[in-house]
């Protein structure tokens, strides 16, 4: 299979579509075309098939804004708390964070849009595709559908009941006299299992270096995922919380197990471990599945700018994102991963220098929100809360915002904390514990610069607590907190700072009530909502 990175494939879509939208503008349209591109005559070359899977690709941009936002806010790892006339946008940031959501919110309406723009791209491509054909034909389709089951993934996690457009019958476009109707959450869930495990086979390998494209481990790797989640993903949703289904623990393990049997490897040391979240991650031994990134053409990564101060780098963070005290105080100080915060004296991430408030003040970013995080209370000031910086800011970027940091969206440490937890449930404490210690022993290294190794200790025995503690060590800002939470019966029915209280449904979000209203009532309302 080609294997041009999203750079090569974004480049060859702009330098087809930019003259094409010129000669537009400034042709005599009486003269008869030269040419005309169509699926038929397009897909000639292998260049010519990975540049038209370029907005396939692109969408996962898009998606991972919302998706991300609405996986980390509603949990207990973030918090964007109000500063004096920033970040109270309506309360949308804080009914996140304080589970008071409705269906209006307009990150749930992006949510919808950005996940069913990348299925409406995948069922364009599959539906040109029908009737031609091209180099790796069946490989292209494979991976088309992976993609587009990515896109499912999200809104069964996000969603639950949603409807399902296109399907075994190569019928990849809506009928506007004929919308499909909502399907159930176990529905969506088979429908995603059954495309994964159909596509498998007519996949890459893959491995280091190539977790940009959609891979037989990007299969594998969602799989195990999913099966870890299949009560949640599989069950029934009422007011009243969910009716779990069937569990699928050993498949989880079968397929984390694929993964780890597989080409990727973990990094090893903290300071590797580090590195695969910075701007030079790409190609990055541990990552399965990735959103690539390229400051330099504006296809930035944003959320180094999110948590810092104005004054952290040059053009300035946006000082929002945060996380709360009792989740900061579980990360053991002596471990490694605890470095994703910062707190205390704030730096300027161009030059290494301490940096002020706006007052002039020495900045420090404190645990604390002393007068809280809505405008009733005052807000947060501008150093309250401890920022997460896993993802550092990209100090040799061209634009401000435009951060050239890789974002994984699954890696090979998941695969590891996957099959402990799966095979703990089981009831097999002794493979679960190697596989925690094994993510443990990794992390050596001196990382304060005290001339000690500061390698976490490995545990002598594991419990689910562990598990959920440890995932949280290792995964904190990756979008699982949530997931977590859900599976662990802790999302709604724990409380946290600033959270106080929430109802069973809100395991799964609303579906937006402006798609509601354009259905003419074919889509039908989550419960509860």
């Known amino acids: 299979m080609n294997r041009l990175s999203t750079r090569a494939r974004l480049a060859v879509l702009a330098g087809l579509l930019a003259p094409a939208l010129g000669l537009a503008a400034c042709t005599d349209l009486s003269v008869d075309p030269y040419s005309s591109v169509t699926p038929e005559n397009f897909y000639q070359t292998d260049i010519e098939v990975v540049a038209a899977l370029s907005p396939v ?16 806010v509603t949990s207990d790892e973030t918090i964007v708390p109000t500063r004096g006339g920033d970040w109270f946008d309506g309360g949308d940031w804080l009914s996140l964070h ?31 595709l029908q009737t031609i054909e091209v180099p790796n034909k069946d490989g292209l389709i494979a991976e088309i559908r992976g993609l587009r089951a990515f896109y499912y993934y999200t809104l069964l996690d996000l969603f ?16 506007p006299d004929n919308l499909p109707p909502t399907e159930t959450r176990a529905t969506v869930y088979q429908f995603v299992v059954d495309e994964l495990e159909d596509i498998r086979a007519d996949l ?24 870890l989640n299949a009560e949640v993903f599989s069950g029934t949703t009422t007011a009243g919380g969910i009716q779990r289904g069937p569990q699928q623990y050993q498949k989880a393990i079968d397929a984390a197990t694929r993964v780890i049997n597989g080409p990727y490897a973990l990094n090893q040391g903290s300071a590797a471990w580090f590195d695969q979240f910075s701007p030079t991650n790409q190609a990055d031994e541990e990552h399965i599945f990735v959103v690539q990134h390229l400051g330099a053409d504006g296809y930035g990564l944003n959320f180094p700018n999110r948590g810092l101060h104005y004054n952290s780098f040059a053009g300035g963070g946006w000082n929002g994102f945060s996380t709360i005290a009792e989740t900061y105080g579980t990360f ?14 704030a730096i300027n991430y161009d030059t290494g220098e301490p940096i002020n408030n706006r007052a002039g003040d020495p900045l420090i970013f404190d645990l604390d929100f002393e007068n809280g995080v809505t405008p009733a209370g005052g807000g947060a000031s501008e150093g309250d809360g401890v920022r997460i910086v896993k993802f550092p800011v990209d100090v040799n970027r061209e634009t401000n915002g435009n ?5 994984p969206y699954f890696r090979l440490a998941e695969m590891y904390l996957i099959r402990a937890e799966a095979n703990l449930r089981l009831g097999n404490p002794g493979p679960a514990l190697a596989d925690i210690n094994m993510l443990r022993a990794r992390l050596s290294g001196d990382v304060d610069g005290d001339g000690t190794d500061d390698t976490p200790a490995p545990l002598t025995s594991v419990t689910l607590a562990d598990i959920l503690n440890e995932r ?9 907190r949530r997931q977590d939470l859900i599976r662990f019966d802790q999302f709604t029915q724990r409380d946290w700072s600033f959270k106080n209280g929430s109802q069973p449904f809100r395991v799964v979000f609303p579906i937006p009530q402006t798609q509601i209203d354009a259905s003419d009532g074919l889509l039908m309302q989550n419960p509860g909502y």
Request: glycine share 12%; no cysteine.
């Open 98 to 128: 304080q589970h008071s959501w409705t269906p209006q919110l307009g990150f749930i309406n992006g949510a919808w849009n950005t996940s069913y723009a990348g299925i409406a791209r995948a069922n364009s491509l599959l539906s040109d």
């Open 160 to 175: 639950g009941n949603v409807p399902l457009i296109g399907d075994e019958e190569g019928e990849f476009r809506v009928d």
């Open 472 to 480: 949280l060590f290792e995964l904190t800002y990756e979008a699982r």
């Open 332 to 345: 053991d100080a002596d471990d490694p991963r605890v470095g994703i915060f910062a707190i205390g004296q």
């Open 403 to 407: 951060n050239s940091n890789d974002y």
């Open 57 to 72: 690709y692109s969408q996962l941009r898009a998606t991972l804004w919302d998706y991300h936002n609405m996986s980390q």
């Open 204 to 227: 890459p390998v893959a491995g280091a270096g190539n977790g940009g494209r959609f891979s037989q481990g990007a299969v594998d790797a969602m799989l195990a995922n999913i099966y």
